[in-house]
């Protein structure tokens, strides 16, 4: 990554969204679609109907669930998680990763820049 110096491994479905070798993208992690950053009820995710959501601003979303936090030495942490079995490997500096934790269900958006 660019922004916070990371290392990302992520699997995405090919078949209904293409990414290329030295495309840009901008990427997020996010615990809520809602855009005034209220929990979801990731059980039944249903947006009311007309209401803007964050992913509204991405052309790929994914919703899964943490379930690796490793802590290495020098800050470094290694995040897994698993997207209905497409599997994300982050890897970067706790200062920016530490709001992770084990278990936590979260949303991944990405948008070509």
Do not use: W
């Amino acid at each position: 990554g660019t922004t916070f110096e990371c290392d990302l491994l992520l699997d995405i479905n090919c078949q209904i969204y293409n990414l290329r070798e030295g495309d840009k993208i901008t990427l997020v992690l996010a615990s809520t679609l809602n855009l005034d950053g209220s929990a979801d009820d990731h059980e039944n995710y249903a947006p009311n109907a007309g209401e803007p959501t964050l992913a509204d601003n991405y052309e790929y979303v994914m919703h899964g669930r943490v379930f690796e936090v490793d802590y290495k030495k020098d800050d470094v942490i290694h995040i897994s998680a698993s997207f209905g079995g497409l599997l994300m490997r982050l890897t970067g500096d706790q200062r920016h990763l530490s709001a992770i934790q084990p278990d936590m269900r979260l949303y991944v958006l990405i948008k070509k820049d």
